[in-house]
Each structure stands twice: as C-alpha cells, then as structure tokens.
C-alpha cells in the first residue's frame, strides 16, 4: 500500500486561511468517508483534528475543516495562529481493511 | 480520562526482536467498543499503522512488514503488545500506542506519548 500524497510544506501568514490536499485512490481515499487528519507538534504525539472527512472532534477549533472531492481529501485552516504551526497527516481506511498515513506536510506560519 | 502509556527497551540489536507493552489506564481494554493499535514514525518521517487489536485478540496488521509483526493482548494486566521480528535499522522508530473506536473504521484518538526504539548493534 502506498502513502497518500500531501505537499511537504504550506505557509501564511497569521489571519489567512490555507488548505492541505491528501491524495490517494478509489481503493482509499476515494472509496471510503474515512478519512481523518492529525496535528502534531515537535516532540508530541499526533492529535486528532478531523475525521470521517469532515468532522470535528470535541474541543477542536471550528477553524479547521475538512472536505473530500474523488480521491482528494483537502484541510482548511481559517483564521491562522502561531500555534497552528505543526506538522499535519492524512490517514485513510483502505479496501484491504488497513490504514494508511499521508507523507506529512509542515505548515509554517509566517 | 484514557490514558495509554508505551514501554520497553529503547535499543534492540539488528535481527533481534522488538518487544514493546502499552498499558491502558483510565479505562478497561476489555471494552466492545474499542480497538487498539500500533502506529511508528521513524526520525524525521511521516507515520506508518503496524496493526490493530481487539481484547478478544483478533489481529489486523499492514501486510508490508511481511509477517514480521505480532500484536497480543493481556485482558489482566490491561496491556496489548508488540513483537516486530528480524528488525534492522529501517526499524529504527518512536512507537505509538493508540485506541480507536469500534463498529466502523474509525480513527485512532487518543494516542500514547510514544517511544523511541533504536536498532544499532
């Protein structure tokens, strides 16, 4: 099983919104609403942000969301802060009844 | 709260086993409504699922360790662990213990704080 494709990095600027693309296939991301994002910091476990494509998880800010169109999952982050700065990680359910993990993409807030 | 706390030896010689417990504390591994898995991250890369377990002890595990992998479970001692055989230094990871809802193919949430296991002889 391959790992989804995300951009290595994104950047902005405090106040604007990005988006993290997670690419995959019919027999993943495509196939399945199952799709979940992870945040991790340095040094930190990865924390789940989003899942079921777009659902939040209880205390996550509303400021992040998520959408899915074919085999392309996508994170949007609203209203950027300094403290969104992080690592983030698509992962999928597959076909195969596995997981997979994109490769990570650093957002950095400038 | 749930909490999941990862522990074994920090450094394994190449072609040795790989030996890892993750004690559940905060609720009981013996649960219908969970899974438990293993996810790894080697130094500097992105995030790779090992396996799942559920507390009657049936496995899933991700086919490209070719076999080498073996998850249990101690309903007792509210542990699960991970045996990964024949390892050499592509093995070399911090290793995540984790807790998903069942029913559906949920995500993992929350996560242990992680491992870090080198392979060096």
């Known amino acids: 099983q391959s790992a989804l494709t995300q951009p290595a990095s994104v950047s902005g600027s405090p106040g604007q919104s990005i988006t993290i693309s997670c690419t995959g296939t019919?027999?993943?991301?495509?196939?399945?609403?199952?799709v979940s994002w992870y945040q991790q910091h340095p040094g930190k476990a990865p924390k789940l942000m989003i899942y079921d494509v777009s659902n939040r998880p209880s205390g996550v800010s509303n400021r992040f969301s998520g959408s899915k169109s074919v085999n392309t999952a996508s994170l949007t982050i609203s209203g950027l802060q300094a403290e969104d700065e992080a690592d983030y990680y698509c992962?999928?359910?597959?076909?195969?009844?596995?997981?997979?993990f994109g490769g990570g993409t650093k957002l950095t807030v400038l | 709260q749930l909490q999941l706390q990862e522990s074994g030896p920090g450094l394994v010689k190449p072609s040795e086993t790989l030996s890892l417990t993750c004690t559940v504390s905060?609720?009981?591994?013996?649960?219908?409504?969970?899974?438990w898995g293993w996810i790894r991250q080697p130094p500097g890369k992105g995030l790779e699922w090992i396996g799942t377990i559920y507390y009657s002890g049936s496995t899933y595990d991700n086919p490209s360790l070719k076999s080498r992998v073996t998850i249990s479970v101690d309903t007792s001692k509210n542990q699960f662990s991970l045996r990964l055989s024949s390892v050499t230094a592509a093995d070399t990871a911090v290793y995540y213990c984790?807790?998903?809802?069942?029913?559906?193919?949920?995500?993992?949430?929350?996560w242990g704080q992680g491992t870090l296991v080198t392979v060096s002889s």
């Open positions: 992962s999928s359910y597959t076909s195969s009844n596995t997981r997979v």
């Open positions: 019919s027999s993943d991301v495509g196939g399945y609403n199952y």
């Open positions: 984790a807790r998903r809802q069942g029913g559906y193919p949920a995500p993992f949430d929350p």
């Open positions: 905060g609720g009981s591994i013996r649960s219908s409504s969970y899974y």
